[in-house]
């Protein structure tokens, strides 16, 4: 069962913060996030550890809470650059280890 | 530098011919995996592979198949298309767990 991402879509202005959250109805190993500009490949931002380990780039930051396994992508002053669609998925360990399904996605429109 | 490629970036084909589409990643990763993307249905799994001469499927991987020969090749192959086919797909690959995925710029496929 694929991760609920909310808002659906979200516009802002640009320098305005943004945060998009990701829950799954089963336990996770790791969270990652990726952003997908139209017509391209989603790109890797971020993954979110069981235990707390965080890796990524950018000035973006994300949580995961591993007990409401819901997880949160932090967008702050934000830039035109940050619009795309921003996915969450889930590895759900085990025999999937590395297997990732994905959430619906989430439409950012940064406005100047 | 180390790169993922798919190919054709387009193709259109007709119902009931067999179709392969290529994906080769100079990265020397031990995962890649195959993945459809659809309007409202996000991304989802058709097949995925941990290592040279494993395969398994994902959560649509029927109508397809792959075969893993070697590292950096796997290609994805339609038995015989269907207009249900018409997709956008991604190839995708990764170290091992815990790292981000690397995906590479996709194939629209149209099936007539």
């Known amino acids: 069962q694929q991760p609920v991402q909310s808002p659906q879509a979200v516009i802002l202005r640009e320098g305005e913060d943004a945060v998009i959250n990701c829950s799954s109805s089963k336990a996770l190993y790791s969270v990652h996030w990726y952003r997908q500009k139209h017509g391209e490949a989603p790109v890797f931002l971020m993954i979110l550890l069981k235990g707390g380990e965080q890796k990524g780039h950018e000035k973006i930051s994300a949580s995961f809470n591993e007990k409401k396994q819901q997880s949160s992508l932090y967008l702050t002053a934000s830039q035109l650059s940050y619009s795309g669609t921003y996915f969450c998925a889930g590895d759900a360990g085990g025999t999937s280890y590395g297997k990732l399904t994905f959430g619906q996605g989430t439409i950012l429109t940064v406005h100047p | 530098d180390a790169e993922i490629t798919q190919s054709p970036r387009h193709k259109i084909t007709e119902t009931g011919r067999q179709v392969t589409l290529a994906c080769h990643q100079t990265w020397n990763h031990n995962n890649m995996f195959w993945y459809r993307q659809d309007l409202g249905h996000g991304l989802r799994l058709i097949h995925y592979s941990y290592g040279v001469q494993d395969t398994n499927k994902g959560e649509v991987s029927d109508g397809y198949s792959v075969s893993r020969s070697n590292t950096e090749d796997l290609p994805l192959t339609l038995e015989s298309a269907a207009s249900s086919q018409t997709s956008v797909y991604f190839c995708?690959?990764?170290?091992?767990?815990?790292?981000?995925?690397?995906f590479g710029s996709g194939t629209r496929l149209t099936v007539v």
């Open positions: 995708a690959s990764s170290p091992s767990r815990g790292y981000g995925y690397t």
